[in-house]
């Protein structure tokens, strides 16, 4: 099991660009969640996909999207890309049916460390 | 809303056991989780503990949650080396998926 991955692992951008992250879950799970780590503080929630669909979201403009595919593995999309906006993108996979029982754990990836020039 | 709060730091020698502790604001938290972070890495989940229970032991590591003073603690025995890292506290809330993270606890292993 390669559990959950992230490419690309490193990404130097430029104000105003936009970006693309990927994801895929470990094995077996359904629902993706993103966070963003700011350097020295805790991962913020982004949003969490279930279904292809957005279940829930955090205090993130829209600027920030996001997509799943039928293979359960997900994209988030930034546009008009700002300074604030360098962090590291971690994705997390879970178990939406059966989480009662796992405690709905979250399993994290290596993460994407952003960069905003 | 939902806030997480941790101590920043904490040194403890090899061999002895450690202590961190967290405190969070919801009331409706089902589950409360311990992460670990090496530098670098992502996070890597370490034990959860559902919020009706008040201690649960996994090996070396043994969390108590205080559901009234909305306190959690992780408890390391034998502190190693290894255990160095930043350790992030997170609870799920009753009202979605989301997991809200405290800032951390960075922990220094002395030989």
């Known amino acids: 099991d390669a559990g959950v991955t992230q490419s690309p692992t490193h990404l130097i951008k430029t104000r105003g660009q936009q970006v693309t992250l990927r994801c895929s879950p470990k094995?077996?799970?359904?629902?993706v969640s993103w966070y963003q780590q700011a350097l020295g503080q805790g991962p913020q929630f982004i949003f969490q996909?279930?279904?292809?669909?957005?279940?829930q979201r955090g205090n993130f403009p829209d600027r920030f999207s996001g997509h799943q595919f039928p293979n359960y593995s997900s994209e988030l999309n930034v546009n008009a890309l700002l300074l604030g906006d360098s962090a590291l993108y971690l994705c997390a996979s879970s178990l939406t049916s059966g989480s009662l029982l796992f405690g709905y754990e979250q399993f994290f990836g290596p993460g994407t460390r952003l960069t905003v020039l | 809303g939902e806030d997480v709060e941790q101590s920043l730091f904490l040194s403890v020698r090899e061999g002895d056991s450690s202590v961190i502790n967290c405190t969070y604001t919801d009331s409706s938290s089902t589950y409360l989780y311990w992460y670990k972070q090496e530098p670098g890495a992502g996070l890597q989940l370490l034990t959860y503990i559902f919020s009706n229970m008040d201690m649960k032991q996994d090996q070396r590591l043994t969390v108590l949650l205080n559901k009234k003073d909305k306190h959690l603690s992780l408890r390391i025995a034998d502190t190693q080396t290894g255990d160095s890292a930043i350790y992030f506290c997170?609870?799920?809330?009753?009202?979605?998926?989301?997991?809200?993270f405290g800032g951390g606890t960075r922990v220094l292993v002395k030989p």
């Open positions: 094995s077996g799970h359904d629902t």
């Open positions: 996909y279930y279904e292809e669909e957005e279940r």
């Open positions: 997170a609870e799920r809330g009753a009202a979605g998926n989301k997991l809200t």
